[in-house]
């Protein structure tokens, strides 16, 4: 029987060390906001050497499971971006980003609560229409 009760623990400390190891990652966590691409800034030569690819602006709706219902969010080298949603998802540059697009965008470090909020992003999520 004690046998068991060690598999048993076992077992349970990897299932909770791979669920935090996906919401370290974003899959599934919370997003800070989703909504459009209503502007883009493109980095110039200078801020791209020191990692700065450029800014989005996004709004959108407050959602039930979102902080922010406008944004803007700078991406870094640092940045993951991927389409498309859950396991389905693909990762693209940051050129993949247009007008319009529906996105959702998970933070990392200090957000400044102006408004819009500003924030760097550790992950955007271009999302696909559920067409």
Do not use: W
């Not at 791979?18 to 800034?41: F, H, P, W």
């Not at 030569?45 to 690819?53: A, H, V």
């Not at 959602?63 to 803007?72: I, Q, V």
Request: charged share 30%.
């Amino acid at each position: 029987m004690d046998g068991l009760r060690a598999v048993g623990l076992v077992i349970g400390l990897l299932s909770l060390v791979l669920a935090c190891s996906r919401l370290s990652a974003g899959e599934g966590a919370a997003a800070d906001i989703r909504g459009n691409v209503t502007k883009i800034y493109r980095a110039d030569m200078q801020r791209r050497e020191r990692g700065i690819l450029g800014s989005i602006l996004i709004e959108g709706a407050g959602e039930e499971d979102t902080k922010f219902d406008k944004a803007s969010v700078t991406i870094t080298d640092k940045t993951s971006i991927f389409e498309g949603r859950g396991r389905g998802r693909h990762p693209v540059k940051f050129e993949a980003l247009e007008l319009g697009q529906r996105v959702e965008a998970r933070f990392t470090g200090p957000v400044l609560q102006s408004h819009p909020v500003q924030a760097r992003a550790r992950e955007i999520v271009i999302l696909k229409s559920e067409k």
